[in-house]
């Protein structure tokens, strides 16, 4: 009897870790694509992706992959909007361009994205607060936890127009790796590794002094404080590399090592 008892409990006991191990293994557990991407996903892609444009052939398959891993595992509603599958592509594109050289890396914060048509107010509700601000793009809390709301309209533009280095999209999925890793200097803890923060900080607050003084490109929303100008900056870094490149090579040379860029 005793015997017995042990062996059934040998082998319940081993399969639990098996069953374990595979989990942990596989990160959060997100659920495996039924599909790749159709042809005309991908030619959504190529029109409105710059990043996805630029990668080699093999990247742009794992970036297929990606897209839809995610796509699989967040869903994309419309809060009195209409989504459309290039709706869907560049909020998994904002999801994917600043953890893509992250590759085991699947978001646990989130299962599902809001959009609304344009901007909201504090209490998500279309138009502007009191002070003439909206906002575009948030991640969400309390009761709003494990979702993100983005404006459609600002999606949109963020991927249209390189040259107005802003991408709400990009910008809030840096707030959500924040969210879900903690961080150092405003720096999201996941991108933190091999770099000193010391130094980071020291840069950050002199270009703040210049975006104070009017002597930056880089928009006055970066002056916030640490958090809002990685997100920010990161936005201009991601969509017009040459321009930050050659205007910003100290901050430049740490954005490329914290995304891994430099191959
Ligand atoms: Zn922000």
Same mark, same amino acid.
Request: glycine share 6%; proline share 2%.
């Given at each position: 009897?005793?015997?017995?008892?042990?062996?059934?409990?040998?082998?319940?006991?081993?399969?639990?870790?098996?069953?374990?191990?595979?989990?942990?293994?596989? &990160?959060? !557990?997100?659920?495996?694509? =039924?599909?790749? #991407? +159709?042809?005309? /996903?991908?030619?959504?892609?190529?029109?409105?992706?710059?990043?996805?444009?630029?990668?080699?052939?093999?990247?742009?398959?794992?970036?297929?992959?990606?897209?839809?891993?995610?796509?699989?595992?967040?869903?994309?509603?419309?809060?009195?909007?209409?989504?459309?599958?290039?709706?869907?592509?560049?909020?998994?594109?904002?999801?994917?361009?600043?953890?893509?050289?992250?590759?085991?890396?699947?978001?646990?914060?989130?299962?599902?994205?809001?959009?609304?048509?344009?901007?909201?107010?504090?209490?998500?509700?279309?138009?502007?607060?009191?002070?003439?601000?909206?906002?575009?793009?948030?991640? &969400?809390? !309390?009761?709003?936890?494990? =979702?993100?709301? #983005? +404006?459609?309209? /600002?999606?949109?533009?963020?991927?249209?127009?390189?040259?107005?280095?802003?991408?709400?999209?990009?910008?809030?999925?840096?707030?959500?790796?924040?969210?879900?890793?903690?961080?150092?200097?405003?720096?999201?803890?996941?991108?933190?590794?091999?770099?000193?923060?010391?130094?980071?900080?020291?840069?950050?607050?002199?270009?703040?002094?210049?975006?104070?003084?009017?002597?930056?490109?880089?928009?006055?929303?970066?002056?916030?404080?640490?958090?809002?100008?990685?997100?920010?900056?990161?936005?201009?870094?991601?969509?017009?590399?040459?321009?930050?490149?050659?205007?910003?090579?100290?901050?430049?040379?740490?954005?490329?090592?914290?995304?891994?860029?430099?191959?």
């Amino acid at each position: 009897m005793n015997e017995t008892f042990l062996i059934i409990f040998l082998i319940t006991f081993t399969a639990a870790m098996v069953v374990l191990y595979f989990r942990i293994g596989r &990160g959060s !557990g997100w659920k495996k694509p =039924k599909r790749p #991407l +159709s042809n005309k /996903d991908r030619s959504i892609l190529s029109s409105k992706v710059q990043f996805y444009k630029d990668l080699s052939s093999d990247d742009k398959k794992k970036f297929e992959f990606r897209a839809v891993e995610f796509l699989e595992n967040v869903k994309v509603s419309g809060v009195d909007a209409k989504v459309t599958r290039a709706d869907e592509l560049l909020v998994a594109s904002g999801a994917i361009i600043p953890v893509f050289r992250f590759k085991d890396w699947q978001y646990t914060g989130i299962n599902e994205v809001l959009l609304y048509p344009g901007g909201f107010d504090d209490s998500f509700q279309d138009g502007i607060n009191d002070d003439g601000t909206d906002n575009m793009g948030m991640v &969400g809390d !309390g009761p709003l936890d494990k =979702k993100m709301i #983005l +404006s459609k309209n /600002d999606l949109h533009n963020g991927f249209k127009n390189q040259r107005s280095h802003t991408n709400v999209a990009i910008h809030e999925f840096i707030h959500l790796i924040e969210k879900e890793t903690g961080a150092t200097e405003g720096i999201p803890k996941l991108f933190v590794e091999g770099n000193d923060t010391a130094e980071w900080a020291k840069l950050v607050r002199s270009e703040i002094d210049k975006i104070n003084a009017g002597k930056s490109d880089i928009i006055e929303y970066a002056a916030e404080d640490m958090q809002e100008f990685f997100a920010t900056v990161s936005e201009y870094f991601f969509m017009d590399r040459d321009t930050f490149r050659s205007k910003h090579s100290e901050l430049n040379v740490f954005l490329e090592k914290m995304y891994r860029m430099k191959d």
